[in-house]
Each structure stands twice: as structure tokens, then as C-alpha cells.
């Protein structure tokens, strides 16, 4: 089946600095989401994103299909985007169409 | 528009009880999902469905069954809980795609 891998693992930032998360995936996909889990365990989607980019207020993501990755980017990081942060994908083939694949996530914890 | 709930959001068991645990959305949406997450890992699928009376099993089915016999509700149950099954559980329904997810159930096996 599809790998999902995403870098860093983990991330310490400063209130107010930039970052960009990392996914990997090993085959071609239907669809990508983005999602925030924050501390209380919430999952809250961020970003619904197969291909092309996007952007919603400091977030933005980037999915370049072809050669099988997303970027998320995060500028002027707030205590509150403190969470992880996963990447998951959804199959177009076997037993992974229609089922979300996730990977481990980024644990961002952003320091006041 | 409640969108996705669950219901218990928490729970203890005992080794060896069952319980059931209910998800139901408001958004018509044909398609809904089991999925459990274990400490430091993304979510995996246990059961998903595709339509009212349609189930099928994902990646980590075992231990569990679940039932679609009503378009906005998806139930999941342990017949026979196991520490193993000491996990969070989230729901979620799709449509269009893109997946959205409830706010999950604790579930403790002891």
C-alpha cells in the first residue's frame, strides 16, 4: 500500500518565525488532506489539496503530484497552532481507494 | 448542522465486556469511517462504508464489527474488549473527497 512519510518529526518554533512541513508519499493519489489535531485532541481539517496550492489566511499548502509530495507552510506562527499536524492520502487504485492514508504527523510546539 | 458526532466520549471497560459506539452525521453523506489512534501514530482504518447496509473492512478490522443499517449512523462494536483495543476512536464522513471527522471517543480497556 501507500506510504505516507513527513518530516520533521518534530518542530520547536518561536512565536512569530515561519515554518514548512513536509509529506512524502510513495504512489499517485486521489486526494491529500491537511489536518490539525490540537492539544485537546480535535481534529480540524486545514487544507483539502490533490494538486495546486492553496491558501487560508497564514497557512498555505502546496501539492506537486507528479513528483509526489505536499508542503505546508505556516507563517507567523501563534502559541495556538501548537498541535500535529498530518498529512493523508487517499489512494486511486486497490485497496486504498477511497480510505485515507495517514502518515505519523509533525508534533509543532510554538514558544511564546 | 452538528456535522460529526460521537457518542460516548469516553469510557472505561473491562477486559471481556462489549460496548458500541455510535457516530451520526447530519450532512447526508454517503460515505462514513472507523478509525483508531494509537499514542504517536497517524489514525488507521478499522471499518468504512459506502453506503446505507454496506460495510467493509480496513487495514485493522479484527476485534471489531460495525453496522450501517441508517444513512446518517455508523456503528462500531467490541464484542469481547481487549487491552489492545485501549485506543481514541474517530469517525468520519465523506463527501466531495474530503473526509471530516468527529471529535473522537477515549476508550480504556483495563
Known amino acids: 500500500g501507500i506510504q505516507v512519510e513527513q518530516s520533521p518529526p518534530d518542530l520547536i518554533l518561536q512565536e512569530g518565525a515561519n515554518s514548512t512541513l513536509r509529506c512524502n508519499f510513495s504512489d499517485s493519489v486521489n486526494n491529500l488532506q491537511w489536518f490539525h489535531q490540537n492539544p485537546w485532541g480535535q481534529l480540524i481539517n486545514l487544507f483539502y489539496i490533490p494538486s495546486g496550492t492553496k491558501q487560508n489566511g497564514r497557512l498555505s499548502a502546496t501539492t506537486v503530484a507528479t513528483e509526489r509530495y505536499s508542503l505546508l507552510y505556516i507563517s507567523s506562527s501563534q502559541t495556538t497552532d501548537s498541535g500535529v499536524y498530518f498529512c493523508?492520502?487517499?489512494?486511486?487504485?486497490?485497496?486504498?481507494?477511497?480510505?485515507?492514508?495517514f502518515g505519523k504527523g509533525t508534533k509543532l510546539s510554538v514558544k511564546p | 448542522n452538528a456535522g460529526v458526532t460521537q457518542t460516548p466520549k469516553f469510557r472505561v471497560l473491562k477486559t471481556g465486556q462489549s460496548m458500541t459506539l455510535l457516530c451520526a452525521q447530519d450532512m447526508n453523506h454517503e460515505y462514513m469511517y472507523w478509525y483508531r489512534q494509537d499514542p504517536g501514530m497517524g489514525l488507521r482504518l478499522i471499518h468504512y462504508s459506502v453506503g446505507e447496509g454496506t460495510t467493509a473492512k480496513g487495514e485493522v478490522p479484527d476485534g471489531y464489527n460495525v453496522s450501517r443499517l441508517k444513512k446518517q449512523n455508523f456503528l462500531l462494536g467490541l464484542e469481547s474488549a481487549a487491552p489492545s483495543q485501549t485506543s481514541v476512536y474517530f469517525c468520519?464522513?465523506?463527501?466531495?473527497?474530503?473526509?471530516?471527522f468527529g471529535p473522537g471517543t477515549r476508550l480504556t480497556v483495563t
Open positions: 493523508a492520502v487517499e489512494g486511486n487504485y486497490g485497496g486504498s481507494q477511497g480510505n485515507l492514508i
Open positions: 468520519a464522513s465523506k463527501v466531495s473527497g474530503e473526509q471530516y
